[in-house]
């Protein structure tokens, strides 16, 4: 079973331009779930999306947005991009959600450079 | 809120060196616990994992029980190898979900 993916993996944005990031989930996962990665912060939660609708949100600003397929695809948006939103962005996909001790099985990630 | 607090790194250790790597967390009701592992360039894999109170979760030689008496989740394995080098990060889960991550401890293990 192939898993989860990326895309893309690498990436260089200006100050003030947006970004869009794809995550395809495990197949069968209807769960989605997006995190920072950064030197200073370390790990934190972005969102959550289960069948199209976001299930949780972490206390980032209006500037992250996302959104989920009816294939459970997702993708995560950031506007007016900042030099602070550099990090590596991680996607976690999982069969269902509201269960605590469901896995998450993380992609890749993307690495985002703003300059 | 939630939080966990993991010991910092980085830790050295030789090959067949004893790991340990601290975990305590702050929970208000049941979280569930989680040690993941990230290699260089790649994303997070879950290590182990613990639901409840006294559950031992084991893998690939390391295990760590959840003690809810002293709010711990401690990583040991009892001989590392070089390929064990990589970062190992402790979390929790409580409703609604959301992993919660400490800050991760990365380990070298030289040979």
């Known amino acids: 079973k192939a898993g989860v993916t990326q895309t893309p993996r690498y990436l260089i944005k200006t100050r003030g331009q947006q970004v869009t990031l794809s995550c395809s989930p495990i197949?069968?996962?209807?769960?989605v779930s997006w995190y920072q990665q950064t030197p200073g912060q370390g790990l934190q939660f972005l969102f959550e999306?289960?069948?199209?609708?976001?299930?949780n949100k972490g206390n980032f600003p209006g500037r992250f947005s996302g959104r989920q397929f009816s294939n459970s695809r997702s993708e995560m948006n950031v506007s007016t991009l900042e030099l602070g939103d550099s990090a590596l962005y991680l996607c976690?996909?999982?069969?269902?959600?509201?269960?605590?001790?469901?896995?998450?099985?993380f992609g890749p990630g993307t690495r985002l450079t703003v300059t | 809120g939630d939080s966990v607090t993991q010991m910092e790194g980085p830790v050295t250790l030789s090959e067949e060196a004893f790991l340990t790597i601290n975990c305590t967390y702050t929970?208000?009701?049941?979280?569930?616990l989680f040690w993941y592992v990230q290699y260089p360039g790649e994303g997070l894999q879950l290590l182990l994992k613990?639901?409840?109170?006294?559950d031992k979760g084991s893998n690939k030689g390391f295990e760590a029980t959840y003690r809810k008496e002293t709010t711990s989740f401690h990583l040991e394995k009892g001989s590392v190898q070089v390929s064990d080098s990589a970062v190992y990060f402790c979390?929790?889960?409580?409703?609604?979900?959301?992993?919660?991550f400490g800050k991760g401890t990365s380990l070298l293990v030289t040979p």
């Open positions: 613990a639901t409840k109170a006294d």
């Open positions: 976690a996909s999982s069969l269902t959600s509201g269960a605590s001790s469901y896995e998450q099985y």
């Open positions: 197949s069968g996962h209807r769960s």
């Open positions: 999306y289960f069948s199209e609708t976001q299930r």
């Open positions: 929970a208000t009701g049941y979280p569930s």
């Open positions: 979390a929790l889960s409580e409703p609604p979900d959301a992993l919660n």
